[in-house]
């Protein structure tokens, strides 16, 4: 890290962050909660920047659950957020199908969590797969011919905790039989607080899975895609340079508010420590960085 290319969040550049921006686009794992956990302040922060008239957005890499799911998380964690102000990679997924305007004669077949299958279901399209895959076996010894639809016109891979060979092959028969097949994938973090105590494996694993037996690369919709801002700059008009993307890993959050011309502002409550940011090797800087999103409370407030 070169000295002097970002700042640790004090007193005075915090106010003048407070000031200079309109909108704060909160990362979720690692800044409001970990796992199902709410980090310490968090809500009262939140209030704070409500009350200082800022929008908040919340976007999550996270696609097990849908937006509706996420704002039940919020409630119970004692937030309020409504189900527009969250961008989670299942929306996002099926937002893309849309923006591509993906017939809705065609299925979609989803190896994933679901979150994915009920908001592509909400957004009209016919999708399958997912959960109730989950127990199905395939008999190699009885020298089966697997079938799959020919209808399937995309696939979407995300977080699969039971990701199986029927699943594996069901994709892969789609993405490679049936003609333009889509490969979508909501994320590809390699690891994820699906508990408050571990890491375990992301979407990331899942779909290089896929990868692998197809030879193809999906169109990734969550970060650092801008797939997500986009969307969310078009639908609340934002003036990106009067955006703070606020989040906990560097590659996927920093990244992502960078390309948009967000400011952007690291906690350390999540993935990254100290020693990642100054690392040599490390070249995605953010502005501003701070052990946590409750520093802007104890910073700016009374
Ligand atoms: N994917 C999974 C399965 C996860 O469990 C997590 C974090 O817990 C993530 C992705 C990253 O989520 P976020 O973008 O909110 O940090
Ligand atoms: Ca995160």
Not at 24 to 53: A, M, P, Y
Not at 79 to 88: G, H, K, L, M
Not at 189 to 215: F, I, R
Request: net charge negative; proline share 4%.
């Amino acid at each position: 890290m070169r000295s002097g290319d970002i700042q640790v969040l004090d007193g005075g550049n915090a106010s003048r962050l407070l000031h200079s921006v309109d909108a704060f686009v909160f990362d979720c794992d690692g800044v409001i909660w970990k796992g199902n956990e709410l980090i310490d302040g968090v809500s009262d922060t939140l209030h704070l920047l409500r009350s200082q008239g800022k929008k908040l957005v919340f976007v999550t890499n996270n696609s097990t659950k849908s937006r509706t799911q996420y704002a039940s998380k919020f409630l119970s964690l004692g937030i309020s957020v409504s189900q527009d102000e969250i961008f989670s990679s299942s929306f996002a997924a099926a937002m893309y199908l849309k923006s591509v305007q993906y017939p809705p004669d065609k299925k979609v077949y989803v190896v994933g969590g679901e979150g994915i299958l009920e908001e592509l279901h909400l957004a009209g399209f016919t999708a399958f797969g997912g959960p109730e895959d989950a127990h199905k076996t395939i008999q190699l010894k009885e020298n089966p011919f697997f079938h799959h639809d020919n209808d399937v016109g995309a696939v979407v891979v995300g977080l699969d905790p039971y990701i199986n060979f029927y699943k594996l092959q069901y994709a892969t028969l789609c993405i490679r039989e049936n003609p333009g097949c889509l490969f979508v994938a909501t994320n590809r973090d390699a690891v994820g607080h699906m508990t408050n105590l571990q890491e375990w494996p992301g979407a990331g694993c899942m779909v290089a899975a896929v990868c692998g037996s197809t030879q193809k690369e999906p169109i990734v919709v969550g970060k650092p895609s801008t797939f997500m801002m986009d969307f969310l700059l078009k639908k609340f008009r934002i003036d990106t340079s009067r955006m703070c993307m606020v989040g906990d890993r560097l590659d996927t959050d920093i990244l992502f508010g960078q390309s948009a011309g967000c400011k952007t502002l690291l906690v350390l409550s999540g993935v990254t420590t100290l020693s990642i940011l100054q690392d040599s090797a490390n070249n995605i800087l953010p502005d501003y960085y701070t052990d946590k999103v409750s520093d802007l409370l104890q910073l700016l407030g009374p």
